[in-house]
Structure formats: structure tokens, C-alpha cells
């Protein structure tokens, strides 16, 4: 028997027993008596109906906040009326619980974030607002002029206005896979149509006439890709700022990013993904960020997650990391100013230099957190800023050096045709010499044979005339002997006489 039927039970035996007194006493109780004793019975039957209600509610209450968080079963009435279990006390520090992390992120016990909350995440926001800087979006080119300036219009924001001399890196509207590229880096000349309220704060909803003018000399190319989006009428950004660098940038890429179907899409593992957006020699630098650190990656790129074990530095200054943080710090130690990333926040803390992870065990400061995918490799962020006006530089000084070149080569050029005139009257000297010096070579020639001539001539004269100086000595010798021989001969027939008379 339930407490209801007890209780009902227990009222009509009371009013009953009422009812019989009441009649039993009418001979001897005046009508008024009667009168207050029946309304103090129905006071009391009302204040005990009341009393049933309001143990009825209490139990009710109970029920809803406390049932189940004792450990009772649910009453089915209760839950088929609350649409499930009740134990609304619990329910509401799971939820006052779950509305705390949805805040402020989810911890470990060791403090360490591993899901971020509102605070982080606006935090995260800002950081990469402040790191993006003023945007315009949806602002249409009206012309380009031939000295290359820029009319623009753009919707004019109420967060803030476009003013003269800032610089504004213009970007098309469409992604890099719809042809979207960046169209360079101009300089506000003038701007019409600022509206502004009482307090000089912007107004929404107008429009913006802005014309730009070059911040660095633009070449054949980017006037051609600045012409082609002008005459299609694309739509641009304006950025004050250029886009910053970010470690996995690409880690929330969507399929509506890439232009496919999600099917496809899921098909494809992150670096198939990457080689449809990036040059390829990019990829494998994308690919390798934040992983397992390999051999062939640099030393100076190798990061560890460490934990602090006590406050560092601990001198007088205000210590950069404190007990029980948890870092990824460069294994090598870096100079110069140098950004740690804080795995706790999410942000990055800038220190003017970190000693190598090995003096820092040595010095007992920090010990290593034996976490999957610690050493990671890092790789080094581009500094887009530094990289496009480097590019302009470059660019205007080998313009610089291309302009020397070609008055070189047209001084080149004037030195060689006047050299070419001198080699031409050479040529034409030389031609009448080679015609002298033939017409000299044939007269050498008959010169030559002339004198061969002569020569042969000479021989045969020389020859002859020894021949007959031959011929002379040998007839004198024959003249001489036959001389010799008819002397003899005279001597010999007519005897000596010997000397003459009267010599003596």
C-alpha cells in the first residue's frame, strides 16, 4: 500500500470519527460551538491536504535533483516528464563543467591545453588578425592607366578606413587553383569619398574610389596579369599587411578549398593534397613540418618538447619560462631574438636567445618529455614581406644592371663600327696589296725564271770557259813541250862554239 492510499484512508476514518462526535455532541454544544469546531476541522483538513501537496512537491524536487544523483532509481513519471533522467544538480556541473572548458579549453592535470575554449581561440584570432592586418575585400578595379596607376573602388568598412601613403598588397579574390595570384604592392595617392560620422569614425556601407600608384616599377609581365584582371573585372583584396607564414597551414584543409569532391578529396593523403597547390619543391618542406625529426633535416630545425624545472632565467629580470612549462625548444639553441611557441597557449614567446638543449640538462633546468613526435622538424617560416620588396630589389638593380649592359653594348657596338670602317679600308688596302703582291709574285716569278736563265746561261759560259782555259793551258803545255823539244833539237845540231874571241 503506497503513502497516497494510506493517507486517504487515514482522512476518511478522521472525518467519519468527526462526523460521530459532531453528532453526539449537538445536544449539548450551542450551534456556534458546533460552527468553530466544524471550520477547525476543515482548517485542519485543508492544512493537512496543503501538507500532503507540499510533501508530494518535496518529493517531486528530490526526484528531479537528487535521484539520480544518489544512486535511486529514476521515477519513470519524472523522466517521461523531464524527456530523460533527471539529477538536475549534476547535470548542471556537468554542464556549468562542460560551459567552463567551451570558456577557457580543456586541461590536463598538468595544465597543458589540449583543447582550446573561447579564450584561446580568441586569443588565436587576434594574434592572427594583428598578423594579417587590415583587410578590404570585394574591391573592384575600374582602370589601369599607361603610367601604371591603379583606380579602385571598395566598400567602405566601419572598422576602419583606407587613408593616403599606406601601402596596400593586392591579391585576386578566386583561390590559387580558380587563378587567383597576387598583383603587387601599390600606395594609396588619393581617396574619395571617405564618409565619416560626428565622432570621425567610418561609415558603413559606402563606397571608396582609391587610386593607387606602384610601390615598386612593375614589370611587362604583372602589367599584362594587372590588364587582364582589370578588363575581366575580378575581384581583388587589399591587405595593409602581406599574409604571415604559419606551421601547418595547410593541416585544415577542405575539399571546397581544393575544388573537388569530397569523395576525391578523402582519396587523397596530405601530400597528394599539397603537390596539387605547391611547386613541387616545396612539398616535402610542407610535408615534413612538425614531424619526426629525420637525418637528412638540418640540426639548427630540430626542435624537443622540454619542461622547465624550475624558474628560467632566475636572475633579478622577470624569468622568461617558469617551473612546470612545457616548450618545444630548438635542440642547437638559437642567437638573436628567437620565438618559442608556448604548447599551453597556443602562443609564442620572444626571448633575445636560448642555449642548446644539452647545456640546459647540464644546468639542470629543464628534462626531456618523452612525447610521440618529439624531436620534430621545424621548418623556417617565409618572411613574404622581406621576399617580395627582396624580389623588387632585385629585380630594379639586375634592371639597373641590364640598362648599364645595353649602354655598354652600345658604346660596344659604336667602338665596333668604327672598327668595322677601319677593318673595311683594311680589307680594301689589303685587297689592292694582295692584288700588288700577285701582280709581284708573277713579276717574281718571271723575274726568277729569268735570272734562272741567266744563271743557266752563266753555268754554261763558266763551263765553256773552262773548258777552254782547259783547253789553252793544255795546248801551252803541249806548246811549250814541242817549244822545249825544238830547242833541244837546235842545241843538239848545232854544237856549242864556246866563248867568243877576245873574251877573257
Not at 595544465?111 to 587590415?134: F, N
Not at 569532391?261 to 587523397?268: G, I, P, S
Amino acid at each position: 500500500m503506497d503513502l497516497e492510499t494510506t493517507l486517504l484512508i487515514l482522512a476518511v476514518l478522521g472525518t467519519i470519527l468527526f462526523l460521530v462526535a459532531l453528532v453526539m455532541s449537538y445536544k449539548s454544544w450551542r450551534w456556534h460551538t458546533m460552527l468553530l469546531v466544524g471550520l477547525v476541522f476543515v482548517a485542519g483538513a485543508v492544512a493537512t491536504w496543503l501538507s500532503v501537496e507540499t510533501l508530494k512537491v518535496h518529493q517531486s524536487w528530490r526526484g528531479i535533483l537528487f535521484l539520480d544523483d544518489l544512486g535511486d532509481p529514476a521515477d519513470p513519471k519524472l523522466s517521461i516528464q523531464f524527456g530523460g533522467p533527471t539529477g538536475l544538480i549534476e547535470k548542471t556541473e556537468k554542464l556549468r563543467e562542460e560551459n567552463y572548458e567551451l570558456e577557457f579549453g580543456k586541461e590536463t592535470e598538468r595544465g597543458e591545453i589540449i583543447a582550446p575554449g573561447i579564450v584561446q581561440l580568441q586569443s588565436q584570432l587576434a594574434s592572427i588578425l594583428v598578423d594579417r592586418g587590415r583587410l578590404w575585400n570585394d574591391a573592384q578595379p575600374l582602370s589601369l592607366s599607361a603610367e601604371d596607376v591603379l583606380v579602385v573602388e571598395v566598400p567602405q568598412t566601419e572598422t576602419y578606413r583606407i587613408e593616403k601613403n599606406i601601402p596596400l598588397y593586392i591579391f585576386g579574390e578566386k583561390t590559387p587553383l580558380e587563378g587567383g595570384k597576387y598583383l603587387g604592392m601599390f600606395r594609396v595617392e588619393e581617396v574619395i569619398g571617405n564618409a565619416t560620422d560626428e565622432e570621425g569614425d567610418a561609415t558603413p556601407g559606402g563606397k571608396v574610389q582609391v587610386t593607387l600608384r606602384p610601390g615598386w616599377p612593375i614589370s611587362e609581365e604583372e602589367r599584362n596579369r594587372l590588364s587582364t584582371s582589370v578588363a575581366n573585372k575580378d575581384l581583388w583584396r587589399l591587405y595593409d599587411k602581406t599574409p604571415v607564414d604559419r606551421h601547418q597551414v595547410f593541416s585544415g584543409l577542405k575539399s571546397s578549398d581544393m575544388k573537388i569532391e569530397e569523395d576525391e578529396f578523402n582519396r587523397l593523403d596530405m601530400e597528394a593534397r599539397l603537390r596539387k597547390i605547391l611547386p613541387p619543391q616545396s612539398v616535402q618542406e610542407y610535408i615534413d613540418d612538425y614531424q619526426p625529426a629525420q637525418d637528412q633535416h638540418p640540426p639548427e630545425r630540430i626542435e624537443e618538447l622540454v619542461e622547465f624545472i624550475e624558474d628560467y632565467p632566475d636572475d633579478d629580470t622577470d624569468p622568461h619560462f617558469s617551473e612546470g612549462q612545457q616548450l618545444w625548444l630548438p635542440r642547437v639553441g638559437a642567437e638573436g631574438v628567437v620565438e618559442i611557441r608556448d604548447s599551453v597557449t597556443g602562443g609564442t614567446i620572444e626571448v633575445e636567445a636560448i642555449p642548446s638543449i644539452s647545456e640546459l640538462l647540464e644546468q639542470e633546468v629543464i628534462e626531456r618529455l618523452d612525447e610521440e613526435g618529439s624531436p620534430r622538424y621545424s621548418r623556417k617560416l617565409r618572411d613574404y614581406a622581406y621576399l617580395f620588396s627582396d624580389l623588387y630589389r632585385e629585380r630594379q638593380r639586375q634592371t639597373y644592371e641590364i640598362n648599364e649592359k645595353l649602354v655598354e653594348m652600345k658604346t660596344v657596338a659604336r667602338v665596333i663600327g668604327e672598327k668595322q670602317e677601319i677593318v673595311d679600308r683594311f680589307t680594301k688596302e689589303k685587297g689592292r696589296l694582295t692584288n700588288d703582291a700577285e701582280q709581284f709574285h708573277r713579276d717574281h716569278k718571271i723575274i726568277q725564271a729569268l735570272t734562272d736563265s741567266m744563271d743557266a746561261q752563266r753555268k754554261a759560259v763558266d763551263t765553256a770557259l773552262r773548258k777552254v782555259r782547259q783547253e789553252t793551258i793544255s795546248l801551252g803545255e803541249k806548246l811549250n813541250t814541242k817549244q822545249l823539244k825544238a830547242v833541244r833539237e837546235i842545241d843538239r845540231r848545232s854544237p856549242d862554239p864556246g866563248p867568243p874571241a877576245g873574251a877573257g
